[in-house]
């Protein structure tokens, strides 16, 4: 009897929820999705398998970042007599993978646990970034991917230095996957650290004389 299972997950139809199971699954040890096969197991079947496979590439293009295509393989098996669509995912190495619309947050990650595809917690990500990016913080992919750059862009303007997509490439501010890095984070205006500045009144340090706390971009901030 066909059971789904932490490597196998069972679709009657297609539908855009694909795409949760395609990203635990790449997060995780991959996994095998059947198009065409019920809940219990029995065969359904897919009609129009080109069709259905050309819009399963699509939405794994589209919906999952970074790209994983090139770990996903679409094709048709006659099972039961009927056609279904086998999906395969193999595990990724750019971990972790996330929807296009949620970034690399909790509510974007998914990984597989049992049969289910549930949201990542925010440390099993975090474990997942240091085991793809290596210990080096600012090489790491920064969780928010939401990132603006006035502050900086003004910055390089006032020196007459170009500040574009390549500039960002090659000062590793986008990484290599196309994704922000904590160093883009760090130089971007959603920067989370910040600069406390203090002058003690004499030498008691309980008391100020002024004190100041700088946020955003560490090029303003500097």
Do not use: W
């Not at 048709?76 to 193999?90: P, R």
């Not at 917690?121 to 969780?143: P, Q, V």
């Amino acid at each position: 009897m066909r059971q789904e299972s932490k490597t196998i997950e069972f679709k009657r139809e297609y539908t855009d929820d694909l795409k949760y199971a395609v990203v635990a699954f790449a997060n995780t040890d991959g996994g095998k999705i059947y198009i065409g096969i019920n809940d219990d197991g029995s065969v359904q079947g897919i009609q129009d398998t080109d069709g259905t496979m050309l819009r399963i590439n699509h939405m794994i293009r589209d919906a999952v970042h970074p790209d994983v295509t090139m770990f996903t393989e679409c094709r048709a098996e006659e099972m039961d007599g009927k056609t279904v669509i086998v999906l395969n995912v193999q595990r990724g190495t750019a971990r972790p993978y996330y929807l296009s619309g949620k970034g690399v947050r909790p509510e974007g990650v998914y990984v597989r646990q049992g049969a289910s595809s549930v949201l990542a917690s925010e440390t099993a990500i975090l474990n997942m970034i240091k085991e793809t990016s290596g210990d080096c913080y600012e090489d790491a992919r920064s969780l928010n991917q939401q990132l603006t750059f006035e502050k900086a862009t003004d910055y390089f303007a006032k020196r007459e230095l170009p500040f574009g997509q390549q500039q960002k490439r090659t000062l590793n501010i986008i990484g290599a996957d196309g994704t922000y890095t904590n160093l883009g984070m760090l130089l971007s205006d959603q920067c989370v650290h910040t600069i406390k500045l203090a002058v003690f009144d004499g030498g008691k340090k309980s008391v100020f004389r002024d004190r100041k706390e700088l946020g955003g971009s560490l090029l303003a901030q500097l």
